[in-house]
């Protein structure tokens, strides 16, 4: 088992930047791939972004690539989406997940989820 906690989200203006933290608990010695998704009002939950458990590699949505950076540091069990260039269309819950493979995150559900934080960027 595994227990995510995410933090960081807020309020930001169009342009603006913010960065999300996950930290895990629990079975943290698993070597676990982590990854971020998102849910925007009426739409469904969304993957945004992904990484291995060593780093090495790292996954993202079109709709992201360019703007927003996953990393984690393993030694806090913590990982990190730096999101840059925010627009009104990133406004969502962004929620950290937690898996076997990173790569997979993106086609099978994640088997562990955070309760989310609100993102909301202001035009």
């Known amino acids: 088992q595994v227990q995510l906690v995410e933090s960081g989200g807020g309020l930001v203006q169009a342009g603006g930047s913010l960065r999300l933290s996950c930290a895990a608990s629990g079975r943290t010695d698993s070597r676990y791939a982590m990854g971020w998704f998102r849910q925007a009002p009426g739409k469904e939950r969304e993957f945004v972004a992904a990484?291995?458990?060593?780093?090495?590699?790292?996954y993202y949505a079109d709709s992201v690539k360019g703007r927003f950076t996953i990393s984690r540091d393993n030694a806090k069990n913590t990982v990190y989406l730096q999101m840059i260039s925010l627009g009104p269309e990133d406004t969502a819950v962004y929620y950290c997940a937690a898996d076997r493979v990173a790569q997979a995150m993106g086609v099978i559900p994640p088997a562990y989820w955070g309760q989310g934080t609100q993102v909301t960027v202001s035009s």
């Open positions: 990484i291995s458990w060593s780093g090495g590699s790292t």
